[in-house]
């Protein structure tokens, strides 16, 4: 007879395991950081979505803020090129400057 788990258990389960899959991530050395270091883990994101137009998108890090410039496709292009940056290690804040190309 197959096991079933019901749903209740399963979230429960699920909640328990969240705290230590937290822990397991490894912290940012000073180096992985520093703003070259994080610009260059932004353009790689982009860089691995040729989907993406990226030929006028202009990017500075300061301060472990992104900001975005230039002019971009489409809105759907802007706010996927956005939610990838924001999702970067390092990355505290993104600015977005960004135009719509019409």
Do not use: F
């Amino acid at each position: 007879m197959p096991s079933t788990i019901r749903p209740r258990t399963a979230l429960l389960a699920l909640l328990l395991a969240l705290p230590g899959a937290s822990a397991c991530r490894a912290r940012l050395t000073a180096a992985e950081l520093a703003d070259p270091a994080i610009t260059a883990r932004v353009k790689a994101v982009l860089d691995g979505h040729p989907e993406l137009d990226i030929r006028y998108l202009d990017l500075n890090t300061h301060m472990r803020i992104v900001t975005l410039s230039g002019m971009v496709e489409s809105r759907d292009s802007k706010q996927r090129i956005t939610d990838l940056v924001r999702r970067v290690a390092g990355v505290r804040q993104v600015v977005v400057n960004l135009a719509v190309q019409e």
